[in-house]
């Protein structure tokens, strides 16, 4: 008898400890997972945050054309930060409606992606999102994105065209820099962008966020910029001679980088930043006469600018960056101003090499005031250098001393003319009478020899 009770209630536990079981299963099968529980279908792997599905990661090596909707009952809403960052093996992409938010560098990496249709309840571009999709042709933007973010299409190399939704109201800094295919921005139904002449700007036409990179030849800027931003005309490979007017007041981080065919550039009155890495690798740019606005020079702004020959720095500038004129080899000579304060490690007469380090150019001479930031990086950097203003002290002796002879001249001929112009009537009337009395003897000389004859 008792052990059929103690059968009977082993029995009882082991089926109340499977009923348990399957409702745990059933539960989470029917979506009743509780927050931060995560889950994997071989492909993706989800997290379950706020009573959503965030992808969290896709296993780089998968072959997969569209994200779901749905899981075990839960909608899938978000793409979290680097959730496909180089999964190679996508070709194209559809996101569901569901989809509201997409991290940064979501799709970084993903080289063999050419096309994406974006969500249509999708309001930002994040961070990086198709940095260095190098196969990227198409991608279609919904009428809901407000913002594309810094970086976002950076280096998409075959990236020609893009269609700008009427919802945008912001493109942030290198948002389409290294685009070196981008050559039409449709902005027709962007009421805060116009594309125009190969430049896209905002709608008052004071600022640039990208070019064409089929701009060719002489570019004249619009005296209505203020700002052209970072990265606008990077890969620009065929500009020759660039135009600034002087309402351009900065130039942006990588603005003109990579513009390997320009010569020459007009800096107009007016500017008063070049900021970092702005006219980077810019092989053929042979001189650079700033104008006497200028206040700062950023890091690397004229990095590897290898046909550099002529650098000329106004009074104006008080900060240039490290590595500002580094690499550029044809450089043997320049001038610091006294008005420079700051001046960045191997900002002048230094070559970087592949490995970081910097050699220092044997042949590159600064000329700098006496106790001034040139002299102090001159010196801590073992650079040849001549102070400006002892010499300039000679030349301004000679020049007093040319000036008081000059002057001292002028005032003899002057002296000399009002001598003459104010001699008094008494002196013209004498010296008439001395040279009448003079002419009167040499005639009677002449006529007592005749009558002696």
């Known amino acids: 008898m008792n052990l059929k009770k103690i ?10 400890m499977g009923m348990a079981a399957a409702v745990s299963s059933f539960a989470v099968e029917e979506g009743l997972q509780k927050d931060d529980e995560k889950l994997t279908d071989g492909t993706f792997t989800y997290e379950l945050i706020d009573g959503s599905y965030t992808i969290v990661s896709c296993e780089t090596t998968a072959i997969v054309s569209s994200v779901p909707e749905l899981r075990n009952g839960y909608a899938v809403t978000a793409i979290a930060d680097g959730a496909f960052t180089g999964c190679t093996m996508i070709s194209s992409l559809e996101l569901p409606s569901s989809i509201k938010t997409i991290g940064n560098r979501a799709f970084a990496g993903c080289t063999s992606l050419k096309t994406v ?49 009427k919802s945008l109201t912001t493109i942030e800094p290198m948002a389409f820099a290294a685009c070196s295919s981008i050559e039409n921005i449709d902005a027709d139904n962007s009421p805060n962008f116009v ?27 619009e005296n209505s910029v203020n700002t052209i931003e970072p990265g606008a005309f990077t890969v620009c490979v065929e500009i020759e001679n660039l135009f600034l007017p002087s309402s351009v007041t900065t130039i942006g981080d990588s603005a003109f980088g990579y513009c390997m065919g320009l010569k020459n550039i007009d800096f107009s009155e007016g500017l008063r930043e070049i900021s970092d890495i702005a006219f980077k690798n810019c092989a053929s740019l042979e001189t650079a006469d700033f104008p006497t606005t200028l206040e700062t020079i950023g890091e690397g702004a004229f990095f590897n600018c290898s046909s550099l ?9 008080s900060a240039i960056g490290a590595g500002a004129f580094a690499s550029c080899g044809n450089l043997k000579q320049v001038g610091i101003p006294k008005s420079v304060a700051e001046i960045g490690d191997h900002a002048f007469g230094f070559s970087a090499g592949e490995n970081g380090e910097y050699t220092e150019y044997e042949d590159f001479q600064l000329s700098v ?38 002057a001292a001249a002028v005032f003899a001929v002057v002296l000399m003319a009002r001598s003459k112009k104010g001699a008094p009537r008494s002196a013209k009337k004498a010296e008439k009478e001395a040279k009448e009395k003079e ?3 040499n005639y009677e000389s002449i006529i007592s020899k005749d009558d002696e004859k």
Not at 7 to 16: D, K, L, Q, R
Not at 213 to 221: A, E, H
Request: net charge negative.
């Open 7 to 16: 059968f009977s209630a082993v029995i009882g536990a082991v089926m109340t």
């Open 117 to 165: 249709n974006l969500p249509a309840r999708l309001t930002t571009l994040s961070n990086s999102l198709f940095m260095g999709c190098q196969n990227l042709e198409h991608v279609y933007m919904p009428d809901s994105v407000e913002t594309i973010s810094s970086y976002a299409f950076y280096n998409c190399s075959k990236l020609d065209e893009i269609e700008l939704p």
């Open 195 to 221: 594309f125009e002449d190969g430049i896209l700007y905002n709608s008052s036409k004071s600022n640039i966020y990208r070019a064409s990179t089929k701009l060719s030849g002489d570019v004249y800027i």
């Open 309 to 317: 020959s002529r650098v000329i720095l106004p009074e104006t500038i």
């Open 369 to 406: 005031y006496s106790d001034s930031a040139g002299e102090k990086y001159a010196k801590s950097n073992k650079i040849d250098y001549e102070t400006i203003d002892k010499s300039l002290k000679g030349m301004a002796f000679v020049v007093i001393i040319v000036g008081i002879l000059l």
């Open 439 to 441: 002419e009167e003897e």
